[in-house]
Structures are given as C-alpha cells and as structure tokens.
C-alpha cells in the first residue's frame, strides 16, 4: 500500500522555538514537496527536493528550511518559529515520470503561540 | 506563470442532486489537470486527471471531469451527489515539459449537502 506518512500529527510550540516537521514515503519516489494550507488559501508550495541533497525553493520558502539524505525522508525545519507559521503543513511525493501525480501525506497541524 | 482558478468557495446541493465544480485555469498551451478532494483532517487524494487526448475524464466514486480549451476550463462533475461527498475539492495545473512536477493548486471549493 502505498503510503506518505507524517510527524508528529499535532504539534504546539512557542514563538523563537525550533520545529522539526518529518515526512517518510515507501514508494522511492524521486521527488517530495512540503505545502503549508491556511483557510482560503489554498496550498501553497514551501520547497521542493528533487532527490537527496537537490532541493529548490517554492513560492514561499521565507522562514523554512529543508534537508533530504534519505530518498524516502524528507523534513521541514523552522529556525525561531513565528506565530504567522501556525498552520497545516503537508508533505507530498511523486516519481519522476510523466504522471505528475502527488501523493499527500495527512498532515502536520502546527500552532505557533 | 499558469494559475488555477475556483470561483466558487462554497457549493450546497441535497443530496441525490447533481453537482458541478467549476475550475478555470490560465495558461496558453494545454496543461494536465487534477481533482484533488479532501475530507475532513486528512490529506489530499487524487479524484482523476487529465493528460492530452479524451476531454472527458472519469475518476473514482462516479466523479468525472471535461476538459475545455476554448473556455480554459476543467469542470468536475457528479450526476447523484451523497452524504460521503462532503469535502473541499482542489483543482490543479502542471505544466507538461518543465520537468519540475510542480502542481498549482486553486483555493478549493467546499462541498456540502443540505441537511
């Protein structure tokens, strides 16, 4: 079964704290996202990596930084959180071909106070 | 830059009544699409996509979606809409030959049903 997973699920934390947010994919899938969904908003993009060690930015990587040395862990990191990185944060992967389909995780839930 | 849009933030409908999501994109060439839908605390799940060819798309749980070129359009659909329905649908666009995968999404269109 195909499966993104992620950590933790809910997670609250104070202002200027570190935050780790994990995302793990059993599908050696090449490519992986992280998106943040706030109301009305939509999803947008934070980084993409392409495989280990490639990654890029998306249309909103202010405040966020990545890591990728596994093929099948990718993690989101928030250097001194804000209270304006409160929000659901999804990770996602899809293989490099042509399909261009992704496949979501559930979600991390991230209140910043 | 191609963009997706839903000019529908919220749809309601009683159930066994047809549904129809509206999508509209921007972008010159012809793009693949996606419905994505949502259910409550969970993640995204592709409903169906369209690559070049059929305009017409079937997707899971009698969902199905026509792709216009002339309208720059992308409208899913569902003849007899039920309770498991309820959900934000997201459409979005990627841009074929960039290689990048990259999906934009609309702002979602929430779905409800009358009770």
């Known amino acids: 079964d195909m499966k993104v997973t992620q950590m933790p699920r809910y997670l609250i934390k104070r202002m200027g704290e570190n935050v780790l947010l994990e995302c793990g994919q059993d599908?050696?899938?090449?490519?992986m996202y992280w998106y943040r969904q706030d109301p009305g908003l939509g999803l947008q993009l934070i980084y993409i990596?392409?495989?280990?060690?490639?990654?890029s930015e998306g249309d909103i990587p202010k405040g966020y930084r990545v890591s990728r040395k596994k093929r099948e862990h990718f993690s989101l990191i928030l250097d001194s959180a804000k209270t304006n990185q409160t929000s659901v944060y999804f990770c996602?992967?899809?293989?490099?071909?042509?399909?261009?389909?992704?496949?979501f995780g559930p979600g991390t839930r991230l209140t910043v106070l | 830059a191609q963009s997706v849009t839903q000019p529908d933030a919220r749809v309601t409908v009683s159930e066994g009544a047809s549904l129809q999501l509206r999508c509209k994109y921007s972008?010159?060439?012809?793009?693949?699409l996606f419905w994505y839908v949502q259910y409550p605390r969970q993640g995204l799940q592709l409903l169906l996509k369209?690559?070049?060819?059929?305009?017409v798309v079937q997707g899971v749980n009698g969902f199905e979606a026509e792709f216009s070129k002339s309208n720059s359009s992308f409208h899913l659909r569902k003849a007899s809409v039920h309770w498991s329905d309820w959900a934000v649908y997201f459409c979005?666009?990627?841009?074929?030959?960039?290689?990048?995968?990259?999906?934009?999404f609309g702002k979602g269109t929430k779905f409800s049903l009358i009770p």
């Open positions: 996602a992967s899809s293989p490099r071909t042509v399909s261009y389909e992704q496949y």
């Open positions: 599908m050696s899938h090449e490519t």
């Open positions: 990596s392409y495989d280990v060690d490639s990654n």
């Open positions: 972008y010159f060439g012809t793009p693949y």
């Open positions: 369209y690559y070049p060819g059929d305009p």
């Open positions: 979005a666009v990627s841009i074929p030959g960039t290689g990048s995968n990259r999906l934009t």
